[in-house]
């Protein structure tokens, strides 16, 4: 069993950095942090906002433990006066952001984070881990369920990550449009449909085919999922059929050329009157190999390494920047770093996406000082981007849990059909809508 | 708080198989299991084993918890006959293969696995999971600490992945010869020195640079280090200086033309009689800016992204196959799937590395019927490189915790030296050394 509570997911300049403020007051002061990325990954069109809800499970669990505090204690990390106040640590401040599911482009504010600095310091590196990871999945998750055009895609990833990215892509990829997963975990802690069929050891325990095949059937019924390619796929098809019957629930191929392999196994399948049996392919799958496989008889694709490693971006980019503060003065005032490379635009920011008929045509993002912002009236063809998850301290339950996942799958859905259809092109190409920034006075 | 056993961190699959060879006996049959890739990622000459101590760490606690058979039970993932004999699950069998820090090369057996079939088949996905994560990060550390010729690298990339694989990534990365980690939880559990600096927010939360790094001064003492590239990069130097004076410990960059900054840094501080204040260096460093790197006056590395993601490489493509097996007569048999693409060598495997004179000149993995492997006379140039982890359930403990992560660190940059020199290219090529495979009558 492992104890610990998020407060430690942290890098360690989150707590001097605390430490320093609290003793120089600053730690007080208001501010607003956003989460956005710069780029999308090379020739990607849109990416999958994705994380939200785990970080309100973690958000709640976030205080240091008493191990924790005497950890900081120990290494002299913080002063014993930071101890005192981290005793009492809760976040009292407000986050709102784009919904899971929806759709990001470069510098969409996919969060925003408002409380005193001391609060918010604290979460930069939880916050970024887990949309930086989870947004990856549900980005690569889309294009192959999109590649699929209806058939199911089922994450079998769990193997190809750590133990607990894995439990995070399950989760990802449903949102993405996957409809199961292989990982228990994952279907335990969020209630996700659990899928499976059999390896290769399971074939090769037993002295022969048709002994595991009997045995598989035996516990789980004939509607189960054979694994024919250990030996002879023809051999272990046709055995599959005697054994189970036509009522045979499916067969599993996970090698070879898998087009010409699932056209041969289905008129096998359909010549033995198996004709309702089904054929699941897996083997380092990724969009482009599910997209070539679509003339194929396929009726689902078992997805690995690809989803689990966001299919050649395992990361987002993601950061969190301090875009606004509480001056001497009381008032709010942008600000922003100048580094040549990586100029960030000061204030809090407004994001609407704006629509021609069914179809939307460009991401705003507006910032500005506040009482721009607050007087700011869109246009009624854009339609506002932030919703608010925490209030005050307050987390708001519909975004966690098993339902949110199911909500941000249907939305994400509704979110791309309402993209132009190349949004769904596996080509490299630029973002399929721009982005355009504009800075109230 | 999260609850969990390892034990949920599985594929269905692998209950489900559990509870049909439960029923039909073949549960209770001896096996061999083997862990290795089938190669390497393009162009890498040599990769690292790392996962090992938490494998084992993870073995310790891989007991179904009571929630866990419910979930199991409730989900007729298996038969109450399963459930009773999961309350009592404990691995008995014996675990040995390359000691974490070692080389690796395409079939190279890592990890070998003996137990049941039961035992065994369910610690597949966590075996995979830790392995392909972790030694993709170590062996990307590697050759970034190689290409930093002896100045420190420090992991600063637990926001670029998902938050407990930075964990793992940062006690990878120290296997793979970095110093330290920006990471408290991985600080914490594993006792590794915990590293860090300030954030472009700290500057901005405060009313000038000046008062930032005042700040920074008076609670982390005049050994800390500044961050100056928030706004100009040469004002942040000069007021370091003035704040801190010529004590400072050391100031950090982190975007820009780093070699070009590096240089004026340098001779700006040696100016300022800040000689010893060391420059470190940040932003989406990898293994190639590192090398180019080497002849500016550059003091350590922060890594983020490019080490948590394996450096073009975020898993290793390991796999988990049942090599051998009890037979009907009880005698162990040497098995193998017959999949074109991915055929395997039956039977279990002795490994070797052989030397001509110092430097290693090929891997040996040698294979056979058990009286042939247990008679099999190494050539005395032929070293050994098969340890025991786990002997019938009992874990060597020496190979968990934190002096297990340090003995690693040395044992990896020892076996490095043992290698060609062109182990260290960064150019794509060959393994370094070749592996032969022998298999025995």
């Given amino acids: 069993m492992v104890d610990y509570s998020p407060a430690m997911m942290t890098d360690m300049y989150e707590y001097t950095m605390l430490d320093a403020t609290l003793q120089d007051g600053t730690a007080q002061r208001k501010c607003v942090f956003e989460v956005f990325t710069r780029h999308l990954p090379e020739g990607r069109r849109y990416g999958v906002v994705a994380g939200t809800g785990r970080l309100l499970e973690a958000l709640r669990d976030f205080h240091p433990t008493d191990e924790d505090l005497k950890f900081l204690a120990d290494r002299k990390i913080v002063s014993p006066q930071t101890i005192k106040w981290l005793e009492n640590y809760s976040f009292s401040g407000t986050m709102r952001g784009y919904r899971e599911g929806d759709v990001f482009f470069p510098n969409s504010p996919i969060l925003q984070v408002e409380g005193t600095f001391a609060e918010c310091t604290l979460l930069e590196t939880l916050i970024l881990s887990i949309f930086n990871y989870d947004s990856a999945v549900a980005s690569a998750a889309s294009r192959m369920a999109s590649a699929a055009k209806g058939r199911p895609c089922m994450d079998m990833g769990g193997r190809r990550t750590n133990e607990w990215s894995a439990v995070a892509a399950s989760r990802a990829a449903m949102i993405g449009g996957f409809k199961g997963t292989a990982n228990l975990l994952a279907a335990q802690l969020y209630d996700l449909p659990a899928i499976g069929t059999a390896a290769h050891c399971f074939t090769l325990v037993h002295d022969s085919e048709r002994d595991a095949f009997e045995s598989q059937i035996q516990a789980l019924g004939r509607n189960t999922t054979l694994l024919v390619d250990t030996y002879s796929i023809e051999d272990a098809v046709k055995t599959a059929v005697e054994v189970a019957g036509p009522e045979l629930g499916g067969v599993r191929i996970d090698s070879g050329d898998l087009a010409q392999l699932a056209q041969r196994v289905r008129s096998q399948l359909d010549a033995l009157g198996a004709g309702n049996t089904k054929i699941t392919v897996t083997n380092d799958l990724d969009e482009y190999a599910i997209a070539s496989l679509q003339t194929a008889p396929v009726d689902s694709y078992g997805v690995g390494t690809q989803l689990v490693t966001g299919s050649g971006a395992p990361t987002c980019a993601m ?108 080509m490299r190409g630029d973002p399929v809508i721009p982005t355009e920034t504009t800075v109230l006075k």
């Fill in 319 to 426: 950061v969190y920047k301090l875009t606004e503060r509480e001056g001497v003065s009381g008032a709010m005032e942008p600000v922003a770093k100048k580094s040549k490379d990586k100029a960030t635009v000061p204030g809090r920011k407004l994001a609407y996406r704006s629509f021609e008929g069914d179809l939307a045509d460009c991401e705003h993002v507006v910032a500005g000082p506040e009482e721009a912002l607050n007087s700011f009236g869109a246009p009624e063809n854009w339609r506002n981007l932030l919703t608010t998850f925490v209030n005050h301290g307050e987390i708001n339950d519909q975004f966690t849990g098993h339902q949110a996942i199911m909500d941000a799958q249907q939305f994400h859905a509704k979110t791309l059909s309402e993209l132009p259809i190349t949004a769904q092109s596996l």
